[in-house]
């Protein structure tokens, strides 16, 4: 067993898994000190020379010069003889280092140390991979599927460290193969069992927002911020977006020329259909905007208990709420308020001869001689018109209106 077959070793570990020359360094340091240890009970009078770029490794040991009859320790002691029969320029007092070699570790402490330096490499590659991560979380990653699970899917990154994307994070309509790219969030990193796991998440609002910060420069360079993201994974997405930029158009910047920067987000979450709302601290236009495509007719808000009850016309009521619901779902998660779709309830028009008993016959036939055959529809029309159609005086017309009026209120 030679030196450097050991460190070898260690060399083209480091070669892959990028640990850098003062941590090789010291972890081959101290290993071999714990030998020593082992081997002369304490390691104190030992230089441990390391050169990782030629794979050199030396060891030396200093010990003091002392007259022949006052060795009381071989390990810190030489007697005066034994330096001279090498170096007869050696004096008592003087300091002798000597070479270790590894051979005289013996079989059993050199297969030891090898198993030592072993473990501690292994330590070093999960640190490694664990401090690695740590930093990356949040952040979007591309990797390759190795294998796929009913539970989860195995994917190797760059270096071929191992990452984990379970079901409960992979889009519904996600589907893969061995060999397929694959991107998706660094989620958690955990420490189980001194073993690295790395979750990633392909259903975080995170990953949605990264994909934004991708397509889209403005967002980038901060220019245009996102404020909330409102996700039903696979199915719809609405997207709250604000401007520093009074000349910049967030939707607009977000969308792309016919839709060619949200597009590429969208085919990357499996079509899922994505909303970008224009923001604002106005509760009620926020509100309005999160409904779309609806037309709101009237919003009432509660702040205290965050409720929003909104009414629109009944051919309106089916987009606030959308397929499954998922419109007024994402409305809520986006804007915080529980929100209440109600139809908007139309008041029912009443023929003109029911008004008989209050107003002249002939002016009622005159009002239908002209097109006018209900309330609602003299309503319409402002009070001098009303004369000038029927050829009546102006306060006739004006009695008619206040007549029509209160059947209403």
């Not at 070669?15 to 340091?29: A, C, F, R, Y």
């Not at 420490?191 to 910060?213: C, D, G, K, V």
């Not at 696979?234 to 792309?256: F, L, N």
Request: glycine residues 4%; aromatic residues 6%.
């Amino acid at each position: 067993m030679d030196n450097l077959n050991l460190i070898s070793n260690f060399a083209e570990f480091k070669e892959l898994k990028n640990i850098d020359k003062s941590t090789m360094i010291g972890v081959l340091e101290d290993v071999f000190r714990h030998a020593l240890q082992k081997q002369y009970e304490s390691d104190e009078n030992f230089d441990v020379i390391i050169n990782p770029e030629k794979g050199d490794l030396e060891i030396w040991r200093n010990r003091t010069v002392v007259a022949d009859d006052q060795v009381e320790n071989p390990n810190t002691q030489i007697g005066v003889s034994e330096v001279k029969a090498i170096d007869p320029t050696y004096e008592i007092g003087d300091e002798y280092a000597d070479e270790i070699k590894l051979s005289s570790f013996g079989r059993r402490t050199v297969l030891s140390l090898r198993q030592n330096l072993a473990s501690r490499i292994l330590d070093l590659e999960k640190a490694s991979l664990y401090e690695k991560y740590s930093q990356q979380v949040g952040e979007i990653i591309t990797g390759e599927v190795y294998q796929v699970w009913k539970r989860e899917v195995l994917i190797l990154d760059e270096e071929e460290n191992e990452l984990v994307l379970p079901k409960s994070e992979q889009i519904p309509n996600d589907f893969y193969r061995k060999g397929d790219t694959i991107k998706a969030i660094v989620k958690t990193v955990e420490m189980n069992n001194n073993q690295p796991r790395i979750i990633l998440s392909r259903t975080a609002n995170q990953f949605l927002e990264r994909l934004f910060e991708q397509e889209v420069p403005e967002i980038a360079d901060g220019l245009i911020t996102i404020k909330k993201i409102a996700r039903i994974p696979g199915e719809r997405a609405k997207v709250a977006v604000e401007s520093y930029d009074e000349r910049i158009d967030p939707v607009g910047a977000c969308v792309g020329m016919k839709g060619s920067r949200i597009y590429g987000i969208v085919k990357e979450l499996r079509n899922e259909n994505i909303d970008v709302v224009n923001y604002t601290t106005n509760t009620q236009l926020m509100i309005q905007r999160s409904l779309n495509p609806a037309k709101i007719s009237s919003i009432t808000i509660d702040e205290e208990k965050k409720t929003a009850s909104v009414y629109l016309k009944p051919d309106q009521v089916s987009l606030a709420i959308g397929k499954g619901g998922l419109n007024i779902r994402l409305s809520k998660m986006l804007t915080g308020y529980d929100i209440d779709v109600y139809r908007e309830v139309e008041e029912e028009d009443v023929d003109l001869n029911e008004f008989r008993d209050e107003i002249d016959s002939w002016i009622i036939d005159a009002l239908k001689a002209v097109g006018c055959d209900t309330a609602k529809s003299v309503l319409e029309l402002p009070v001098e018109e009303i004369a000038s159609r029927a050829d009546l005086e102006l306060e006739q017309a004006q009695k008619v209106v206040e007549i029509l009026k209160a059947e209403f209120e």
